[in-house]
């Protein structure tokens, strides 16, 4: 079942990738399932992994195979593991209100 992507992620992959791509980064997002029953907000590991690619597109779906198996290490390498993710995502200006 696809997710409804949060008007967050998608704002953050429209920053990271360019026009040529951004439409093909979040149907990848919005297609590809993650182990929900354990993990955060899908949003937290959406904006996980678009940061940790850092905008390549190789990188990207590293970075999203490699959320799907462990979400943990993503949420890690962001920055968004502790309890303080929030915070964080406010500080880069992403508003996770809604989640």
Request: overall charge negative; proline content about 4%.
């Given at each position: 079942m696809p997710y409804h992507l949060d008007r967050a992620v998608i704002e953050e992959a429209r920053k990271l990738f360019?026009?040529?791509?951004?439409?093909?980064?979040?149907?990848?997002?919005?297609?590809?399932p993650l182990p929900l029953e354990q993990s955060g907000p899908p949003p937290r590991v959406h904006i996980a992994v678009l940061w940790n690619s850092k905008g390549d597109w190789k990188t990207f779906e590293y970075e999203l195979e490699g959320?799907?198996?462990?979400?943990?290490?993503?949420?890690?390498?962001?920055g968004l593991a502790g309890e303080d993710w929030r915070e964080v995502l406010k500080r880069r200006g992403v508003d996770a209100s809604g989640w």
């Open positions: 360019g026009p040529d791509s951004v439409a093909a980064v979040l149907r990848k997002l919005s297609e590809s959320a799907q198996h462990d979400w943990r290490d993503t949420l890690v390498s962001a």
